[in-house]
């Protein structure tokens, strides 16, 4: 070692540049720099002195442990990760037993069941078949680390109805809610006695009136909204009514002008003849912008077959076709080319909710059934 040590400095000799090993010579102006730079980090401490190794010493020339030590050693590295495991398994919440939503008083004095929820408290608990209920006075919040956060106003009682490995689902049967959901898009929803809320990743606001009417606000990602073979998408911004019987309304955005949002909503739940809906599709037609393509969208498959042609028109003016989708084809409602010229719309991928959709399509809200 100090043979190769003397050899580089030779050679560093050589190239006249003794300051680098013992101060002397000519000092380079680079290494001056560096040298005040570390200058504060500078050791005082006497320097160790290491014990020289001969270069035969190797790890696998070490003195050899008896084997029924390293055994040992081996049992006892599997027992403690026995016993992590044990100990963590009996601290992890089991989902069959504890399923539910912590629920925390916002104001008031909500009500589990019978029960009243009091702050004093803390955390209780809605379980798989309970009702809460918050009166006039009285705002909740539930949370599920998994699932999400729902803010519950005044005036609002809704059921837990399911908790299991597939949909987690709520019935809203009067007030409002305001969600907050992180869970995998289309397995948080909400029945309606008019609909199904469909989570797709988003933020929203959910009421319900004693009709058993219900308007949702999507603040952000979107929420499908269900009933039979009737469904509606509502991204962020926009919003959508629902009614007994008739299911979920067309989506419109809420800057919308009046006129349109007042000719749809006769067009969905109030026109009483053929001739009353022609007129206020023609005011949807006339008051619609770039951004009403999504009620546009939506119309093409909720106006009588002699319309249609008017809606595709005026939608194309709008989103040009995309490739391989043709007017015949969606003036026949084929699904695959709806599904993609919606796309080619900017709102979100319609796979996603198709994807889903396979999973609780043929279901009835339960809020409809009770």
Request: proline share 7%.
């Amino acid at each position: 070692m100090n043979a190769g040590n003397n050899e580089a400095k030779k050679e560093v000799h050589a190239m006249g540049n003794d300051y680098l090993w013992d101060r002397s010579g000519e000092p380079d102006p680079e290494i001056q720099r560096l040298e005040a730079l570390l200058e504060r980090f500078q050791s005082h401490r006497p320097r160790p002195v290491f014990p020289e190794l001969s270069p035969a010493t190797t790890w696998w020339m070490m003195p050899r442990r008896p084997r029924w030590v390293l055994a040992l050693a081996a049992v006892a590295a599997v027992a403690a990760v026995c016993v992590i495991t044990v100990r963590v398994y009996e601290r992890k919440p089991n989902r069959d037993t504890a399923a539910g939503w912590d629920v925390s008083v916002m104001e008031g004095t909500p009500r589990l069941g019978r029960k009243a929820v009091s702050e004093k408290e803390g955390k209780s608990r809605l379980g798989v078949g309970q009702t809460l209920e918050t009166g006039p006075q009285a705002r909740a919040r539930l949370r599920d680390e998994e699932i999400g956060q729902i803010e519950v106003d005044p005036g609002t009682r809704l059921r837990l109805l399911n908790m299991g490995s597939g949909l987690k689902r709520i019935a809203l049967d009067l007030g409002t809610i305001h969600t907050f959901i992180w869970a995998p898009p289309g397995q948080f929803v909400v029945d309606t006695p008019s609909a199904m809320a469909v989570d797709l990743g988003c933020a929203y606001t959910l009421k319900v009136d004693d009709t058993g009417a219900g308007l949702v606000r999507t603040s952000l990602g979107w929420v499908g909204f269900k009933l039979n073979g009737r469904e509606s998408f509502i991204p962020a911004g926009a919003a959508c009514l629902t009614k007994p019987k008739a299911g979920p309304g067309t989506p419109y955005f809420e800057d919308a002008s009046s006129e349109l949002r007042s000719a749809l909503t006769r067009f969905d739940f109030e026109d009483p003849t053929p001739q009353q809906r022609i007129a206020d599709l023609g005011i949807v037609l006339s008051q619609a912008r770039q951004r009403d393509a999504l009620t546009l969208w939506h119309l093409l498959s909720r106006v009588d077959e002699p319309q249609r042609a008017q809606v595709f028109n005026r939608l194309v003016e709008f989103v040009p076709l995309p490739s391989g989708v043709t007017q015949a084809g969606i003036l026949r409602l084929d699904q695959r080319m709806l599904d993609r010229w919606w796309n080619d719309l900017g709102f979100d991928d319609i796979s996603v909710w198709r994807y889903w959709e396979r999973s609780w399509s043929g279901a009835t809200p339960q809020a409809i059934a009770k």
